[in-house]
């Protein structure tokens, strides 16, 4: 956000109380968990149409990376700037208030990126001892089959037919998996 921009958008926090602050940190933040719309009407006295959009973009920008970078006081207090610190304070009480409902809505909506999940998985391998061009093979093969749930609840098996090559390329898909997931949750 540059820095025209940030200076607007302090002025136009200060527009408001600090009880009307604590109201509208609080709204958007059950709109980041609960999707609990917003009303411009009861704020229209305030800010003009634009106006609101800003604040709320930035009330809104402001509590996601608070929780996805675990910012402390300090840093909450100095991403706002100049804002007068009784305002600052009230914003912080938002994100101590609000931290694991908003984490956890944040997790959610992560992890809700794709509607399937593998439910089970099954495998058998198999030894080919040789081929139509090939008398003596002995290559190991995997097959995999993999029960995936939708949203729906219906299950559909997936199966896949692995060499040595393509089972570590999934295991290396899986792991790189794994690790951002952990990422995610810590």
Known sequence: MADTTRVDVITL?????????????????????????LDYNAYSKLWSLEEWWNVTESIHSLLKLSIKNPWTKDEIFEKLGTLPDDYKQTFMEVVSVRREDLRKSLLASTAAISQNVMADF?????????????????????????????????????????????????????????????????
């Open 13 to 37: 926090f200060t527009k408001c109380s600090l009880g009307e602050l604590n109201a509208l940190c609080h709204t958007i933040a059950g709109n980041i968990t609960s999707r609990q719309p």
């Open 122 to 186: 099954d495998w058998q391998m198999k030894l080919v001892m040789s081929s139509d061009k090939l008398s003596s093979l002995h290559s190991p093969l995997l097959n995999l089959d993999l029960q995936v749930a939708d949203c729906n609840n219906q299950n559909r098996v997936v199966s896949l037919e692995l060499d040595r090559t393509d089972l570590k390329k999934l295991i290396a898909s899986l792991e790189g998996a794994g690790k951002a997931v952990q990422q995610l949750s810590s």
